[in-house]
Every structure is written in structure tokens, then in C-alpha cells.
């Protein structure tokens, strides 16, 4: 039987809803996954509290956004620290919530710190004042001041809650913002918990406000009170926050959904491809973005690639246990469990293989499933075209290494890509070709997602906008362009007709661009 961790009594739980502000008085039944058991009753935000979530959040923002920045990265660096004091507490709530395996919601919970110590070195030199040549040598410069949006909506998924809950709320709040986070309700524990801690290291309160409700209900007037948001989760909804965001004129940063494929060329190291593909294909239970639904092989090694996976596959734990043994947990959730199973259903009837896997594991947990492995996957089959967003993948088999890139770029998504080599020059030629956001060579999405000094965003219908590297805080702040002109030249001087004046100008631009003065 699961055991749950002790840390996760009533009273925690309770406490930490209590700063959803809920004056519905209608609360979501918030359930361990392993179980079905209640956890907490989540209170659901009404259009109202939200109003106020924003108008209190931007009233901390005044005081947050005139602070210099010094003072907020000291913030920050004690958040940091606290994050690490708490780790294990805060992997016992993602585990609880969400239902994955220890181990990924222990790699889940180190997103965080890594991207707030990337941050904290890199923000002074990309959020400093930058001075630019104004249009009249010496007379002139414009300063380029970066200020921060104001309030900043931010909506997470429940497939990764804390990273995506507060790992994108950190360099929101290093340019200065406040921020509203609305996490899914099945998942909003550890985001909660992670807004405490940015209380207990100084955040002055209210800056950071977490309301609750179901889409939907909530989207509209969140839009209607925001100066930017940070959407992750499907490309459907993807499309409805960017309508709203373009009916209210802010910007949007949009992280969506994937199809992403794994290139195994002929003279890729198969045992390593193939303990790859694991975590590629199952890794949470198939619920990363990034993750594995596509895996192209190379026909001299296409039967060995596959019996080695299949065998490996059904070789891998999988348990409802909150310690670091299982490779893989469960779903989310029954209805996500369903939604997997007809993908797979579908396959089977439209004439695919499944090779392993195939089923509903009930006697794990409510939410399990296996993990499955298709042969014969085609297009028209749900599993061939749309993100099924579960621990299943289908195998393909190519000849050449044109035709492997023609397949893994025939999808609508442009998420993420893995392509296998032992020749690196060649898997990164290969990688360049490939219309994907990130392309990892010999790894399957950790070592570009964990790069954060490079922007990690979605081509096509996976997205608009990137979290991390430098755009990942500029678009949390406005330009503002700030121009002097020491001596009025930029007109004729009196008594000077306009054609002197043109002819001026003219030979002025020439010598400029002579001397590449401008
Ligand atoms: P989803 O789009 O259903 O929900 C995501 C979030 O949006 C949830 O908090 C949900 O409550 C909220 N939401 C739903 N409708 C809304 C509306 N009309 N207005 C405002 N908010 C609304 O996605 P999901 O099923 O929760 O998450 C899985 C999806 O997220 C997958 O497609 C996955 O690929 C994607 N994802 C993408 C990334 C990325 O970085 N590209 C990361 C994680 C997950």
C-alpha cells in the first residue's frame, strides 16, 4: 500500500490553500493521484478576486519595481537557498499531486534553483541601462531602459507545476513585475509552497498572488487585468490565450505542445539510444512536452534498436511508491489515463502493432498506465499526428538520412528533436535541418532544456516566444527609449534656406557612412 509521506499532514495542506482567495465558496476536490484519496479542499477564484489579486499585486509591484535590482537578487539568492533546505518537501507535494515517480518530481524540483541562479548572475548585465549613438555624433545618445510590464500572468500546466508555476515567476520578478500564477487545480500545491518561500526570503506580500479555478472561468479576467502572460500547456488553449492577449494588446509568451521526433541514424551507439529512448518515451509517464512520441530508426539497425527496447521497456519499474525505486508512476489523472488508451485503441483498430504495453494498470493506481511501444503507426491514426501526451511511442523506419529528416519534419508541432550519432559533426548538420525549437544530439531534452542561457521555445504550432537565455527576462520588461540632443542641429540654422540645409544633411549621411561613424 502507498505510504504517504508525513509531511503531507491536514494542517500543511489547509495551510497552504489558504492564501487562494475563493469568495464562490465553491472548492475543487484536490486528490493524491497514487490514490484517489483527498488531499485538500482547493478554493475556486471568482472574476472578482482576481480583480483583486491583480490590484494588490500591483500595489507590491511599486514598491518591489523601485527597488534597484541588487536588492531584489538578495531575494532571490535566499530563495534559492530555501528551495534547496526544502527540496524534499517540495518533491513529496509534486509526487502527491501529480503521480509521477520520485525521481522525475525530485529533477523537477532542481529546475527551479537552476534557473534562479542562472538569472541572479546573468540579470545585471542584461537588465543595465544600455547607451546607444543618438543620429547626431557627440550631440546626441538614447538610453535604452528596461522597465519592468507591471503584473505579469502566468499559467501553468499540471505536468510539471512547480517548475512551470514558479520557475517562469522567477525572472518575471527579477525585472521587477508582480506576478499572478494560476496553476491547473489538480496541481497547485507546490506552486503554493514555492510562493511561501519567496515570502519567508523577503518578497515583500502580495507581490506574488496564486488563484485558482478552472480554465475557462479564470482565463478571461486574467487577460482583461494583465500586462503580459506566460502561457504553458496545449496549443488549443495556446491559441485561446493568444486571442485574448491580442484583444487586450499585451504580449504573450505561448509554451505548447509537441510531436517530438528521435533520429537513431546507422551509426548511432544502439545501447545507449536505447536506454535513452526510455526516458524519451516514458520519462513522467510520457507527460513532458519534450518528450519522445516519434522514434525513427535505421533499417541495418532497426530490429536490433527494437528488440533491445522492447525488452528493456518491460524490464522497467513501475510503482506508486514515494521513494526513488520506480522508473515511472502514474498519470494525472483517469481522464488522462482514457485519452492515452484511445490513442492506442485507435491505433490497434486502425491495423498498428502494439509491440508492449497496451493497457491500464488499475491494480498500480487509479491513473496507470503502461508503457507502450506501437509498430505501424500512419498518419490518420491519433497517435500519428496529434501529442498523445502519455508513455507511448511509435517505431518507424527509415533508409536514408534525407528521408529521416523529411519524417521528423512532416508534423504540425516543432517542439523538441533527438538525433543519434557516434559522428557529432554529422548529428549537429543533421540537427540544423530539423524545423524544431530544440534539437538535442545524443541526449533526448535535458541538455538543452537545462542550457538556460539559451532561449528553449517552440516552432510552428508548439509555441510563440521562449523561456530562458536572455529573451526569457527581456520579455518580462519594456524598452523604453530615453534620447538627449545636447545642441538643437537637427534643423536649418537661422537665416539658412532648406535646400542649404538638405544639401547639408546629404553630405552629412555620405561621410557618416564613410567614416562608419553612423
Ligand atoms: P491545457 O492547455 O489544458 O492547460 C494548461 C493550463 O491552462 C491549465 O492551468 C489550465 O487550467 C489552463 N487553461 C485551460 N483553458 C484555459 C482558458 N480558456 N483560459 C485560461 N487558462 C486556461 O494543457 P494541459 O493538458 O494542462 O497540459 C498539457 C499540455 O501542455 C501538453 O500539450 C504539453 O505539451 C503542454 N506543455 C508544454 C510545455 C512547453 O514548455 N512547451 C511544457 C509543459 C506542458
Redesign the pocket.
Known amino acids: 500500500m502507498t505510504q504517504r509521506p508525513a509531511s503531507l499532514t491536514p494542517e500543511f495542506l489547509d495551510g497552504l490553500v489558504q492564501r487562494v482567495p475563493g469568495t464562490t465558496g465553491n472548492t475543487w476536490k484536490l486528490t493524491e493521484v497514487y490514490t484517489g484519496d483527498l488531499l485538500v479542499e482547493l478554493p475556486q477564484s471568482s472574476p472578482a478576486d482576481i480583480e483583486r489579486a491583480f490590484d494588490t499585486a500591483r500595489t507590491a509591484q511599486q514598491i518591489w519595481g523601485s527597488w534597484p535590482l541588487r536588492k531584489r537578487l538578495k531575494v532571490l539568492k535566499k530563495f534559492h537557498a530555501l528551495v534547496l533546505d526544502n527540496q524534499y518537501l517540495i518533491t513529496d507535494l509534486i509526487q502527491a499531486e501529480s503521480g509521477k515517480n520520485r525521481r522525475m518530481a525530485f529533477e523537477e524540483s532542481c529546475d527551479v534553483p537552476m534557473g534562479t541562479s542562472h538569472y541572479i548572475k546573468r540579470a545585471p548585465s542584461v537588465l543595465k541601462d544600455r547607451k546607444h549613438a543618438g543620429p547626431i555624433p557627440v550631440l546626441s545618445h538614447s538610453t535604452e531602459v528596461r522597465r519592468p510590464k507591471g503584473v505579469v500572468a502566468i ?6 507545476p512547480f517548475a ?1 508555476g514558479i520557475s517562469d515567476t522567477i525572472p518575471a520578478l527579477i525585472a521587477g513585475n508582480g506576478v499572478v500564477v ?4 489538480k496541481t497547485a500545491l507546490s506552486p503554493l509552497f514555492g510562493v511561501r518561500l519567496l515570502e519567508q526570503a523577503g518578497m515583500p506580500k502580495g507581490l506574488v498572488q496564486v488563484i485558482c479555478g ?3 472561468d ?3 479576467p ?2 482583461a487585468n494583465a500586462d503580459y502572460v506566460m ?8 491559441r ?2 493568444g486571442e ?1 492577449a491580442g484583444k487586450h494588446l499585451i504580449g504573450a509568451c505561448l ?4 510531436k517530438n521526433p528521435m533520429l537513431v541514424l546507422e551509426d548511432a551507439n544502439v545501447d545507449e539510444a536505447v536506454h535513452a529512448a526510455l526516458f524519451g518515451g516514458f520519462g513522467n509517464s510520457g ?4 518528450h519522445i512520441e516519434r522514434l525513427y530508426v535505421h533499417d541495418s539497425i532497426y530490429d536490433e534498436f527494437r528488440d533491445k527496447f522492447v525488452a528493456a521497456t518491460e524490464a522497467m519499474q513501475i510503482g506508486a511508491t514515494y521513494d526513488f525505486g520506480p522508473d515511472i508512476g502514474s498519470l494525472v489523472s483517469v481522464d488522462h489515463r482514457d485519452r492515452v488508451a484511445s490513442h492506442v485503441d485507435d491505433a490497434r483498430a486502425k491495423g498498428a502493432t502494439v509491440l508492449t504495453g497496451g493497457k491500464a494498470r488499475p491494480d498500480l493506481g487509479p491513473a496507470f498506465y503502461e508503457p507502450t511501444i506501437l509498430e505501424g503507426v500512419t498518419k490518420d491514426m491519433l497517435a500519428g499526428s496529434t ?1 498523445t ?1 502519455g508513455p507511448v511511442v511509435g517505431l518507424y523506419r527509415f533508409s536514408t538520412e534525407d528521408e529521416a529528416i523529411a519524417l521528423a519534419n512532416d508534423t504540425d508541432y516543432g ?1 523538441n528533436a533527438s538525433v543519434w550519432s557516434k559522428d557529432v559533426k554529422r548529428g549537429l548538420a543533421v540537427a540544423r535541418r530539423i524545423d524544431s525549437g530544440n534539437v538535442n544530439v545524443n541526449d533526448i531534452l535535458a541538455t538543452a532544456y537545462a542550457s538556460k542561457g539559451s532561449p ?3 516552432l510552428k504550432q ?2 510563440v516566444g521562449a ?1 530562458h537565455g536572455d529573451q526569457g527576462l527581456l520579455k518580462y520588461t519594456d524598452a523604453q527609449n530615453i534620447a538627449l540632443l545636447k545642441k538643437q542641429v537637427m534643423e536649418p540654422k537661422a537665416g539658412q534656406s532648406y535646400e542649404a540645409y538638405a544639401k547639408q544633411t546629404q553630405s552629412g549621411l555620405r561621410w557618416m557612412r564613410k567614416t562608419r561613424l553612423r
Open positions: 499559467i501553468a500546466p499540471w505536468n510539471f512551470t494560476k496553476p491547473d487545480n478552472e480554465g475557462p479564470v482565463g478571461g486574467m487577460l502561457f504553458t500547456g496545449s496549443t488549443a488553449t495556446g485561446i490565450i485574448l509554451e505548447l505542445g509537441g507527460q513532458i512536452c519534450m501529442e501526451f517542439l528553449s521555445g517552440g508548439s509555441g523561456r
